[in-house]
Every structure is written in C-alpha cells, then in structure tokens.
C-alpha cells in the first residue's frame, strides 16, 4: 500500500474523531484539516490518477460543505 494512501487513511479516521469532538473543540483540529486535504488529494492524484484525486475531492467536499459554505460567503461578504 502506498504512503499517500496510508495518510488518507489516517486523515480520515482523524477528520471522524474530530467530528465526535463538542463543537467548541473541533476547530482547532479542524482547521488543520482543511488545510491539509487538499494537499493530500493532490498527493493522492499525482500517485494514483485523477480518478482516485476525483473521489477524493468529492469526499472532502462533503465532509466539509458547511465550513466551505461559511469561507466562501464570508469571501464574497455576505457572510
């Protein structure tokens, strides 16, 4: 198994803890999180294809559409 692979696994495992986390402490982890998935899923593309970096965009999309949602309205100002 690959190191990218192994790391996406441990990213998701810890992004399913953090969410058992009260809100209140999930975001200090979570920022960490959101910073780090991209640059995982490009490590993950540039290994093992653009599918598998397509699967995992769309994973990281879902699992973080409400603080994705709040960035980009706070962006645009209407926040």
Do not use: C, D, E, N
């Not at 599918?51 to 879902?62: D, I, K, P, Q, R």
Request: charged share 10%; no cysteine.
């Amino acid at each position: 198994m690959s190191p990218s692979l192994i790391v996406g696994a441990f990213w998701a495992i810890a992004a399913t803890i953090v969410a058992l986390l009260p809100m209140r402490m999930q975001f200090p982890p979570g920022i960490f999180l959101l910073i780090s998935a991209p640059l995982l899923i490009i490590w993950i593309g540039a290994t093992h294809g653009w599918v598998w970096a397509a699967l995992g965009l769309a994973a990281f999309l879902s699992m973080f559409r409400r603080p994705l949602w709040y960035l980009a309205r706070k962006a645009v100002g209407r926040a």
